[in-house]
């Protein structure tokens, strides 16, 4: 979806970084490392609608939240509300424009202060920023609670005598009080059970409507944005990997990323199996995050050098060994199967044969693979690794499987009015890639 309005919220190049000082010793010597949870994020967010963010946890969803809002202090980037930097604000300017933007908490349950009552938690901001006293403020209150479907005899209680779903109602009031343009809402439901997450979806999109209100929806479950947002933004370790309406993202065609978080949604069939797309290895660790495409340690369809034959799984399988040597330092964190095959003293004990095989069996390959060059670079990193010579082992294999994604990180391709994929797939040197919409 192109947009021709003005954005209410314009982000640019949005950076997180946390210091993460290391131990005793790395402190002494002065080093310190940086987790780089967002790294340069572009978003705009249009008046009335509703930007959903996903990812897995520890992508920087979170982060980039409250960043947006300064609740934490962004390390670069600006944020432009109305075409004002909120970077640049002034402390006095930045509580008085906290008015119009305003944020709810993941957890109900621990956001709300447990020693006001609920009146008071949701006069608080009228008081903070001089909306209402005496009369005014009582009926103020009254009136929010209606709004979020309380009642007046709620306001003299306590957060703990209500439900989840009843205290994400008292959130919701809280940030409706100062009659804000923007809310912007980390997990609303996360915590809720799935037959409150409706009603509560619901109410945020009848309050949309009924105050004109812009939203960021941050959410880990696929489901809670294809309900609620308009356009949706794809995370993956503190970047977008894809961004468009949402109709064109839970379509194809499909960042591998956000092909791999589809496909894990659970049908409401119970005999269906589907298509699920298991990504190999972990999440890679923001402290250092892989050069180039940030997804490519994972990524089902990483590309293959030119005139290569491997079918992917093998591509993939032989990249996942690549990657399992460059961080080895002993034979027994390349394969896991010290004991049973190699008795008490591990596998450095094992025939060439029978390491070989325990390799292919580990990483999924066959023997021989399907490209002659890649079973002989396969076969000589594996003779080298017989010998315990780990730096001519990783050489072998660093050569010959190479891939563009490893060395270029690519930007937000267009492939779609207003949908946006970061996968060398798309760009003009892969001509092969799946067609553009
Ligand atoms: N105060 C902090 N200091 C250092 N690292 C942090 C800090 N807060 C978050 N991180 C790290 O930043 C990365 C992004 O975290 P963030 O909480 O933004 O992710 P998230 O996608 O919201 O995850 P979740 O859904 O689990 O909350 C993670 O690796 C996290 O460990």
């Known amino acids: 979806m192109s947009d021709t309005r003005e954005p209410i919220l314009e ?18 010597l002065g080093r310190s490392q940086e987790v780089k949870a967002v790294d340069g994020v572009d978003l705009e967010l249009y008046p009335g ?6 990812g897995e946890s520890g992508c920087g969803k979170t982060t980039l939240a409250q960043a947006l809002l300064r609740l934490i202090e962004p390390t670069a980037g600006t944020v432009r509300y109305r075409g004002e930097d909120l970077t640049a604000a002034s402390d006095d300017r ?3 424009l906290r008015k119009d933007i305003q944020y709810i908490f993941q957890d109900p349950f621990s956001s709300l202060n447990p020693r006001l009552t609920v009146g008071d938690i949701v006069g608080e901001p009228l008081d903070i920023h001089g909306i209402a006293a005496g009369e005014a403020r009582t009926r103020r209150i009254d009136d929010l609670l209606e709004t979020v479907g309380l009642s007046q005899r709620h306001a003299h209680r306590y957060p703990h005598e209500f439900s989840g779903g009843q205290r994400q109602r008292i959130g919701i009031a809280r940030a409706l009080a100062v ?9 609303p439901v996360s915590a809720l059970d799935v037959s409150v997450q409706a009603q509560i979806l619901n109410l945020l999109e009848d309050l949309q409507d009924e105050f004109g209100l812009s939203y960021i929806v941050i959410a880990h479950d696929l489901s809670v944005v294809e309900h609620i947002a308009d356009r949706v933004g794809v995370l993956y ?34 005999g269906w199996e589907g298509d699920r797309i298991f990504l190999s290895g ?20 990483v590309i293959q050098p030119e005139g290569s034959s ?35 003293a591990g596998p450095a004990h094992l025939s060439r044969s029978a390491l070989g095989e325990r390799v292919r069996e580990e990483f999924d ?24 010579d780990f730096d001519a082992a990783r050489a072998a294999i660093d050569d010959a499987f190479e891939s563009p994604c490893e060395r270029t990180d690519p930007p937000l391709y267009a492939v779609g009015d207003g949908h946006r994929i970061a996968c060398l797939l798309y760009g003009e040197d892969y001509p092969d890639a799946p067609e553009r919409a």
């Open 179 to 187: 009659d804000p343009e923007v809310i912007v809402c980390d997990e």
């Open 49 to 54: 609608e509703t930007l959903g963010i996903v």
């Open 94 to 96: 930045l509580r008085s």
């Open 310 to 344: 491997l079918s992917q799984s093998e591509w993939r399988s032989l990249l996942d060994l690549k990657q399992r040597l460059r961080d080895a330092d002993a034979l027994e964190s390349v394969t896991a199967v010290a004991e049973s095959d190699g008795g008490a």
């Open 11 to 28: 982000v640019e190049g949005l950076t997180k970084y946390y210091e993460s000082g290391g131990g005793v010793v790395d402190t002494l």
């Open 282 to 301: 972990e999440v890679p660790s923001p402290l250092d995050p892989p050069d180039g495409c940030r997804f490519h340690t994972r990524c089902p369809k």
């Open 365 to 388: 390959l066959p023997s021989p693979v399907s490209d002659d060059e890649a079973e002989s670079a396969l076969s000589e990193s594996i003779d080298r690794l017989h010998d315990g």
């Open 237 to 270: 370790l503190g970047e977008f990997a894809e961004m468009g309406a949402t109709g064109d993202v839970f379509g194809p065609p499909h960042h591998p990323y956000a092909e791999a978080l589809l496909s894990a949604i659970p049908e409401p069939d119970p």
